[in-house]
């Protein structure tokens, strides 16, 4: 064996990992190249030497490997710190040239700032809907929530039950795949007394929903399985919001006593901060399920009956059970459940959903613009870091020459992208920091506007909104310095420093100009957004709901000491009736059982009508029953189409048994004959005779399938009903809100508390999705509109600065001034023109993708997309103004002087 | 004596070894074995892992370069630490020995002196 070659394979000792490796085999070759030489020298043979060599050098294997780990080790350290040190020498030296150029930095914080800002304020409220789990709640993967899809009975449309009777959460809890089950009702009740009451969100639980969720009390304890029973002690548990503000966080609160409806209650512990059981509004107070029949009418009806759907239900699975099983187990029982129920869909299932509602079926029309609202600030902030990139790209040129010159000087091209990288990462990152302090400013303010049903009580996890806006501006950081970087250190070295740095203006062209053209469509694209849901909003606000809410007052009652039945109810809204109808201001009052847009009720089969088989049903159900005093349909503002309305004398049990039913109604029960002297007869009572044609009103949404209403004066209701309201119309109602409640105040015995609400707020949250849209696309639309304006402005500036010369040549050369202008200014259209066309392909593909979410628009609306790039137009022409007027008072002489 | 005493009397040899100027690997050894007239005789895989251990420790550094007969090898040279570190473990390690041998040297059931 001779030669190198053979003595290197004798100590590849292991596989070894790269250059450290390498060296450490080299150095022991070398080592035992001298030992054979000595070894010959002394006169040993080849062979020998070898021999004698290899026995010296021992167990190589072991301690050389010990010796390649320790350099290997080593030189990771060295190669670590050699990269530390670069990395902050590059960040040295981005501040440096920042602080020398304070404007553009200036500039380029505060576009990023406001791109970052809005990402970071939707991704707070995105990540509370639908990311982040309700805070408190161990291991909410594996929490999930109760819900039935089913085949509707008298509609037989398809709809979710996220509601069900108490025996069904009985069922699911004795069911072996679950861990644990626990119920939720949450409810709005009156807490204290007299004066003092106030109505405050308090939820009435299971006793295993705590252990459930994990949560421990802050103060006291939590109530437990001997407190949640008939008979047992009352406690409460308060929420630790309510407890700062009424207690004064006074850790005494123990065993204090609080009046929780008619009861009173011992508080027996606080719930930690924050927490809000699984939904994400506001609890003030945890009462156990148990108390249900006690702070609403039912008794204790509710713990066999299967009609009555009032709880929610969650559920904590096995970790050793998959969903779908548990999901086909509990459909199985629930299925057994109904079998005796005539009509319940037989196909009827169970679905275990996710702990955040907005990614359920059940997902409210708001939560559902949100990630498209995300979307856009994407969007958004991409045009920022295109204006960002122009901007840089600008700064990079007028740098050309000192650039050039760093090339030349032989400092790598490498060396200058990284610098340039960092100078643009640092100041998004800037952008990023004034962005979370906008964010955490502006936090209340985005819930308030975007979810205000949610009484989002925490707040967005600052935690991670910090987090995402910093990965966020890294990366903007980075797209934004690299196309700028990397294009300016491209420049032909000799030839710029030749042509005394003026380079070719012609290459910025393509860059530059598809910057522009990108801002100007994302642009378009946010005005369009912006215009199709404010004509959404129009479209919906048109939409006759068949009643006015916007002249009606709603009073409600409660009683004093627990719910005194139906007929004692009104007996108390009549003569609150009668007080209100004195009070100035009040053009007429009426009384009746079900408020459109609150609740519905329907008697099923104990409506018979004689001549007709079987009533016929609509998508929306059977027929909708309400009693109501007289005067009602003018009160609420109904319309009466023909024959007469209910008046006070009807409304007796000893006049004449009468009723009103509505158009809808009167045209599916009877086609061809006339619905006015036909015969109703609910449950036992003789023939209620139909005296009048109503118009149709909405029943509970904008956008539903037409309903059938019947209408009977409430003396001759078929059921002992409770009123719903005492309706109270007026030119203002909000108004007189105050007098009404003085005179019910003073004239009334036997209440409690008196609330009345502007009927129109009832409507608010039909409208909010669309008004919620507008407000963001338009807000978002200007926002884009003058960051393109301004980048626009910054570029043709610029462009004319460097294009003097050749200006002042043509002006020389006797060009008129107005021609001098019409190039700046067809430079500045046509950039708009053409993304403005791009922006409206793209802007109908994104409406037409989002079009569930608009109302009676189509995603093509000419007016909407004409108008975007009218504005956009406009906007391009005047940003191209100023240049454009200053290109034409270049004087030829300076302008040839200045080269 | 000075608190942290290193391991072994080999660290300490091949400072010294060092100590007249660059070597490498098989340059130290010999040299040991020289100057010891062929009484100590290290074993490669020690002397390595002592020289990679000085090295870390701060108290060599290394550098490529083209040896005696042409051949490429790692030379090793003390710096400024190193070079006090071989002052005080050579005085440590004096003292030391000089402690032994007094004790080695005594005669049996002599009281000290």
Known sequence: MSGFDGIRRVFRLGIGGGDADREVERELAHHFQATMEELRAGGMSDSEALLEARRRFGDEKRWGRELKRMARGRDRTARLRQVVVAAASTVREAARTLVRAPLVAISVVVVMGLGLGVNASMFGVLDGLFLAAPPHIESPDGVKRVFVHLRRQVSGVEGINSSHPYPDYRDLSEMAVFKDVAAYSARELTVGHGAAAVRLPVTLATSTFFPLLGVQAAVGRLYGAEDDTFGSDPVVVLGHGYWQRAYGGDPAVVGEAIAVGDETYTVIGVAPPGFTGVDRERVDAWLPLHRAGLVEEGGTEWVDSRGWYWIQAIVRLRPDVAVEAAEAAATSIHRASRVEFEGYDPAARVELASLQLARTGVASRESRVVPWAMGVALMVLLLTCANVANLLLARAIRRRRETAVRLALGVGRGRLIATGVAESVLLALLGGAAAVTLAWWGDSVMRGVLVPNAGWEQGADMGRVVLFTVALATLAGLLTGLIPAWRSTRADTAATLRSGGRGNTQSRSMLRTGLLMFQAAVTVVLLVGSGLFVLSLRGARGVDLGIDPESVLLVHLEPEGGYPGGTAMTAIYRRAHDLVSAVPGVAGTAVTTVTPFRNSRGIGDDLRIPGVDSIPVTASGGAYIHAVSGGYFETVGLDLLRGRGLSREDDASTAPRVAVVNRTMADLVWPDGDALGACLLLRDAPCATVVGIVENHHRFDLDEPASMHYYVPLAQRPYDWPPSRLMVRSTAPAAIAPAVRATLDEGLTGVRMITTQPYREVMDPLYRSWQLGSGLFAAFGLLALVVAALGLYSVLAFEVAERRPELGVRAALGARRSSLVGIVLRDGLRVAVAGGVAGVAVAVYGASRAAPLLFDVSPREPLVLAGAIAVVLLVAAAASGIPAWRAARVAPAEALQSE | ?113
């Open chain 2, 1 to 113: 004596m000075r608190e942290g005493f290193w391991q072994g009397t080999l660290d300490v040899m091949v400072l010294k070894a060092l100590a007249g100027g660059p070597r490498h690997g098989y340059g130290v050894a010999s040299w040991i074995r020289t100057t010891t007239d062929e009484a100590l005789s290290l074993e490669e895989g020690a002397l390595y892992t002592a020289l990679h251990r000085l090295e870390k420790r701060g108290w060599l550094e290394s550098e490529w370069g083209v040896s005696e007969n042409n051949r490429r090898a790692k030379y090793y040279r003390l710096t400024t630490a190193g070079r006090r570190e071989l002052t005080e473990g050579t005085r440590d390690w004096t003292a030391y020995a000089e402690a032994v041998f007094k004790v080695l040297r005594s005669e049996p059931g002599e009281a000290p002196a």
